[in-house]
């Protein structure tokens, strides 16, 4: 379907051309037209401000230009008023007919109503959470898997063909010292003097699991080499987490198609490879026994990266960032973003590639656009998204540990505190690069104050009207949505076809924040028709506007429930 907003500018558009060739307007190239939804319905529905664009180049006062382009523009059922506005806006105001036969609309989409086709069958692989199997989920992790989830939502309603994924860091130092760690505490379970390494995982969870491997195990991996056993134990250990970070990412509802292993990017080849085209390309060297990437390409006599001086590194970052191979030999997590991007943009060819970071990686952004141009790709195929971590409050105190361990505040907990809809909306009713601060006490009380339970409940109220129209043998059936012109029935209307609009713009802004936002004002919406427009009634001359009354809740009714869905949170039937 093409979004009213778009044709709009495609009208004000033509309108422009049709002035120009009545002389009315001089010539000159037209830019993109704009078109923004108004904050205020006394200036109608929508403006555009392309006309004080205009005012340069037609040598002509906004106004005069709006003037001009509003008397040009062409006539469609769901324009009801235009006006030229000072100082040169063009406001357009939505046909009531229009507007009252869109609740049929609805009803005949049903779920699919809200989906737009902007990415035309084109594919695109969201990867979210991807923490460390190293411990329990955050609630850092919760928001970074709330965005990731509703974005990939968003762009499955908006024609993108999405493939959800975990990376599994399963590989690398931190890998290593978990493994230790765990080792430690599976012998001291077993009343052995270990001690943890240094810079080991100290939490409780490695406790607990230590004591369940003893249990389970006994001393099986005491008799082993040392080296053997704790190779063993990472094994089991990762196991064990991932199935931790599985369940946890199921408690919020959320789902992934596809676990890609980091070792696995060693072992096919595709590492190898990566670092074979990097290197005959110039952009490896050679410095104090490491290997470094450099966004200026150099080249030995023999191709293969020669002794450099130092990269100068990125506004951004540090030297160090850009080590792809330590003095050592091991590679660095680089090193594995580099072998990970191809292996998403060639290996298994997706269009497009979006990350969720936390913003303590913004420095790795420029250098990650930098290496994917290295090795031939167009670095605009993959966007990181980087955001804030979270703060929690509970009654306007701020909350640092968690009950049970006295240690971090886990997901898990927050979602047994609050529940995983209060949770998932909580978490996305800010812009992923902005502060947030998640209230816990807020989060479970039963008032208008809490947004999720605001916006639930109005699900909840269509459905006890319809419990109640049904008692009373009162249906839809018949009902004429041409009766609907109270302003309320407008008003809600006029909130429920903003729908493919709000998905075009999460999908386009990769802001999936915009929903809950939409959703409160769709409930408000609702909430003032349901305050002034009765529904069901006995009175006999009622029955034709009641009728027609039904059809619009249940048109709300569905818009609601497909924006929660896209959301991820549950659409009551009763609260």
Not at 297 to 315: L, T, Y
Not at 343 to 368: C, E, N, S
Request: charged letters at 20%; proline letters at 5%.
């Amino acid at each position: 379907m093409i979004l009213v907003r778009d044709h709009i500018a495609q009208l004000i558009a033509e309108a422009i051309h049709a002035a120009q060739k009545k002389g009315e307007l001089p010539s000159f190239e037209l830019p993109e037209v704009p078109v923004t939804r108004t904050r205020d319905e006394a200036f109608g529905d929508y403006a555009s401000p392309i006309c004080m664009t205009l005012a340069r180049m037609a040598r002509m006062a906004p106004l005069a230009i709006a003037q001009r382009v509003v008397a040009h523009l062409p006539s469609t059922p769901y324009i009801g008023k235009v006006e030229a506005a000072h100082p040169g806006f063009i406001n357009i105001t939505l046909a009531p007919q229009w507007l009252s036969q869109q609740v049929e609309v609805i009803l005949a989409e049903g779920e699919r109503f809200g989906q737009v086709d902007l990415g035309k069958g084109r594919s695109v692989q969201v990867e979210y959470i991807s923490a460390n199997p190293t411990g329990p989920l955050t609630v850092g992790s919760g928001r970074n898997g709330v965005l990731g989830d509703a974005l990939a939502n968003v762009l499955a309603a908006a024609g993108w063909r999405v493939q959800r994924e975990y990376y599994v860091n399963d590989t690398g130092t931190q890998v290593e010292l978990f493994a230790a760690s765990l080792y430690a505490r599976y012998a001291q379970a077993l009343g052995r003097d270990e001690p943890l390494p240094e810079g080991g995982y100290p939490g409780s969870y490695l406790v607990d699991m230590g004591h369940q491997l003893a249990q389970e195990y006994g001393e099986r991996f005491l008799t082993m080499e040392r080296s053997q056993a704790i190779a063993a134990l990472r094994e089991e250990g990762l196991r064990r987490m991932l199935a931790s970070i599985q369940a946890d990412a199921a408690a919020l509802g959320i789902r992934f198609d596809h676990w890609k292993s980091e070792r696995s990017l060693y072992e096919d080849g595709t590492y190898s490879l990566v670092f074979n085209r990097l290197s005959a390309g110039g952009w490896l060297v050679y410095r104090d026994g490491a290997v470094w990437f450099t966004e200026t390409p150099h080249r030995s006599s023999e191709g293969a990266p020669g002794e450099q001086p130092a990269p100068a590194g990125n506004k951004n970052g540090t030297d160090k960032d850009n080590v792809v191979v330590r003095s050592d030999g091991r590679p660095t997590y680089f090193a594995s973003d580099i072998a990970y991007v191809w292996d998403k943009l060639v290996t298994r060819g997706f269009d497009r590639a979006i990350y969720v970071w936390g913003a303590d990686h913004q420095g790795h952004v420029p250098r990650m656009k930098a290496v994917t141009r290295a090795l031939g790709l167009d670095p605009d195929r993959i966007t990181i998204i980087l955001y804030q971590l979270v703060t929690l409050k509970r009654g306007g105190a701020l909350v640092r540990m968690g009950k049970r361990t006295g240690e971090i505040i886990t997901l898990r907990e927050v979602i047994e505190e609050i529940g995983a809809d209060a949770t998932r909306f909580m978490l996305l009713t800010r812009a992923a690069d902005s502060q947030m601060e998640l209230d816990l006490t807020l989060a479970v009380q039963q008032s208008s104050e809490n947004p999720v339970y605001y916006v639930q409940y109005g699900h909840a109220r269509i459905a006890s009207i319809f419990r109640y129209a049904q008692e009373r043998g009162f249906s839809p059936e018949g009902g004429d949505v041409s009766l609907l012109t109270h302003p309320a029935e407008l008003a809600l209307i006029r909130q429920m076809v903003r729908l493919p609009e709000t998905v075009a713009l999460c999908a386009e802004t990769l802001s999936p924040h915009h929903l809950t936002h939409y959703a409160q004002d769709l409930a408000t919406a609702f909430h003032a028709f349901y305050k002034d427009c009765r529904v069901v009634s006995e009175d006999a001359g009622h029955a034709d506007i009641g009728r027609a009354r039904m059809k619009l809740v249940q048109a709300a009714k569905i818009v609601l429930a497909n924006t929660l869905r896209l959301i991820g949170v549950s659409a009551p039937e009763a609260m």
